[in-house]
């Protein structure tokens, strides 16, 4: 009889908002993968690749290796470790065979390039999934973006598109020099955008619960982007502006950095469904480069940084400028 002990919960972190989606992540470490949810013995992902074994043969020429002959590799693959997980549940679970037979993996895809990041954050480009054949009509196939900030809640829908195109023309094999160009094109009309398209998207929540807190204790802790529409509400009320929107619990606002003002507020935030945002607010002397830094240059850092390119001339028309006046003499 093999006992199972419940195992103590390390550490529980919080996701940042996402679009509307699942969001699973359970890690359990490599020596003790198996584990029950919910009454089913479960166990990690398993994640391996048959190019080292073939890498040899295919690079001299000896094996011949396209996208048909690798979909028929994985597919074979799959059948094999079907036909072994009765013999393995037998000896590792003491389970009948009938039981094991009842356990099945299926090749999900297979894709012409990859971008892996770190654990949990990559992009692929497939060509086949689970055996229909994306790469028709003259298209390369369907981009998959995991834990990217092309998918994030926070990162406004015109840098997600310009993210997810650039990752497109990378995974198509585009030559570097013109990425960078998209990127340093894409920047230069960014930067040209009114000060507040720049900000942060967020949803506030527990707004009036940190309000109160504030009226009882004075100084607390409050989450920046909390303070940042309680901000909002404050200056509208000192503006006597009784047409624009105030903001409240679980609204959708934009939040804005700031820089040094008389009232030493760090940011501000607007709600996002504001149709005529009020004179006051344009005034305010926002902090364009540290926004624009935020949202563009570390999202674009945390996408293609992997690739070791020279970014920095890219994302800064300063060093882009100064480098292109001595390489012009």
Not at 121 to 137: C, Q, S
Not at 226 to 237: D, F, G, H, P
Not at 308 to 322: E, G, H, S, V
């Amino acid at each position: 009889m093999v006992e199972y002990q419940l195992a103590e919960i390390e550490s529980i972190e919080e996701l940042e908002p996402y679009d509307d989606e699942y969001v699973y992540d359970i890690g359990v470490s490599n020596e003790n993968p198996y584990f029950f949810a919910n009454n089913i013995l479960v166990h990690n992902s398993c994640y391996f690749s048959a190019w080292p074994v073939v890498k040899k043969e295919v690079t001299a020429g000896s094996m011949e290796w396209d996208k048909n002959i690798c979909v028929g590799l994985y597919d074979a693959i799959a059948d094999q470790v079907n036909d072994s997980f009765s013999g393995f549940c037998a000896g590792a679970f003491h389970t009948p065979s009938a039981n094991g037979d009842l356990i099945r993996c299926g090749r999900e895809l297979v894709a012409s390039k990859g971008l892996y990041i770190t654990k949990k954050r990559y992009a692929v480009l497939i060509y086949d999934l689970e055996g229909k054949r994306l790469d028709t009509d003259g298209s390369d196939g369907k981009l998959k973006a995991m834990g990217l900030d092309l998918k994030r809640a926070d990162t406004p829908k015109v840098v997600q598109q310009f993210l997810s195109d650039i990752l497109l023309k990378v995974l198509k094999g585009l030559e570097r020099a013109e990425v960078i160009d998209d990127i340093r094109r894409f920047k230069t009309d960014f930067q040209s955008r009114p000060a507040w398209e720049k900000g942060t998207p967020k949803r506030v929540n527990n707004l009036t619960h940190y309000r109160d807190l504030i009226s009882k204790k004075g100084k607390v802790t409050v989450p920046g982007h909390v303070r940042a529409a309680l901000n909002w509400n404050t200056l509208k009320q000192i503006h006597n502006d009784r047409y624009s929107m105030g903001i409240v619990d679980g609204m959708k606002v934009v939040v804005c950095k700031l820089r040094s003002n008389p009232m030493n507020y760090t940011s501000v935030a607007y709600p996002i469904d504001e149709l005529r945002l009020p004179e006051w607010f344009k005034e305010l002397p926002f902090d364009q480069g540290l926004m624009e830094e935020t949202i563009v240059d570390t999202k674009i850092d945390n996408l293609l940084g992997v690739l070791d390119w020279d970014l920095q001339t890219a994302t800064n028309p300063q060093i882009n400028a100064f480098s292109s006046l001595f390489s012009a003499r």
